[in-house]
């Protein structure tokens, strides 16, 4: 009975986790350009709009509060063992494009890309990574599909950015344990940088030098790795996809401005410049915690 019960809580937190709300604002990616245009082994970077995510954020000080591997279509996996890997967890269209993710709830698990059209997302791509091994990359995160997510990791990495000064890191956290937890359980940035350590790829290596200066390079603990840290690696190459392109010189001159010129808090929460009405003012004072009383 008393497991039942904490199962059942657990389920409920977990279900208040992962909860999403509405994002007040619109992205500004031209997504069906995104879709034609990523290639697979770009890793996705995600603004989540979870309570979670919102945790993540503050723990990483980033908006971004998860990551995922894209890897093409089903057809475009030449492994028929890797192929029937994917048909096990995947029940959708064949023809959809898919990535692989770890999410609290649910383990590694694997989706179409378009789950993530209405959100505000970035490609981090790999400079340079082969083609062989890119499969190399993909295999490693479908071998993964099923496990769990670790959600003590989520905990310690909580522990590690937000530390008690007066205790030695190694005695606050489980991350700095080589075999700490579980094996088979993960987290979405963690399993992508152990993919792509598994082929030497770096995402964000330490350099060290001995005493006559030639470098050394290690991997980074994967398990301190979290998803801006694509974004901040100068091995990836950051795509981005506008939804009105400035590409050709002073095309940014074209754009559908508002003619009256109007400034904005948030979609829907505009006004022009020089006057703010009373109401609106409260309310974006309220937003960045600021008491007017």
Not at 104 to 133: F, N, W
Not at 250 to 263: A, V
Request: proline letters at 7%.
């Amino acid at each position: 009975m008393h497991l039942n019960f904490a199962s059942w809580l657990w389920q409920k937190i977990i279900h208040f986790l992962v909860s999403e709300y509405t994002a007040d604002d619109q992205p500004l990616y031209d997504y069906p350009r995104l879709a034609e245009q990523i290639r697979p082994g770009d890793v996705i970077l995600v603004e989540g709009r979870s309570h979670v995510s919102d945790v993540i954020k503050v723990i990483t000080q980033s908006p971004w509060t998860h990551s995922a591997l894209y890897i093409g279509k089903i057809n475009d996996i030449k492994s028929p063992f890797l192929r029937k890997k994917i048909y096990q967890n995947y029940t959708g269209n064949p023809h959809q494009a898919l990535i692989i993710e770890a999410l609290l709830g649910e383990g590694t698990v694997v989706y179409p890309l378009q789950k993530y059209a209405s959100d505000h997302i970035r490609i981090c791509r790999p400079m340079g990574l082969s083609v062989k091994d890119t499969q190399r990359v993909i295999q490693y995160a479908i071998n993964r599909l099923g496990e769990d997510y670790d959600v003590r990791q989520l905990i310690d990495l909580a522990r590690f950015f937000c530390p008690w000064s007066f205790l030695p890191r190694r005695w606050r956290s489980t991350l700095f344990q080589h075999h700490a937890g579980k094996p088979t359980r993960t987290v979405c940035s963690t399993m992508l940088s152990e993919a792509f350590h598994s082929v030497h790829y770096p995402v964000l290596p330490i350099v060290q030098y001995d005493d006559q200066g030639n470098p050394s390079l290690y991997q980074r603990n994967p398990r301190l790795l979290t998803p801006k840290d694509f974004d901040y690696s100068p091995y990836f190459t950051i795509i981005k996809y506008p939804l009105f392109s400035t590409d050709d010189v002073m095309l940014y001159r074209h754009l559908p401005w508002n003619k009256e010129g109007k400034l904005c808090n948030t979609t829907g929460d505009c006004y022009l410049p020089g006057y703010m009405p009373k109401k609106q003012t409260f309310a974006f004072l309220s937003r960045i915690g600021v008491n007017h009383e």
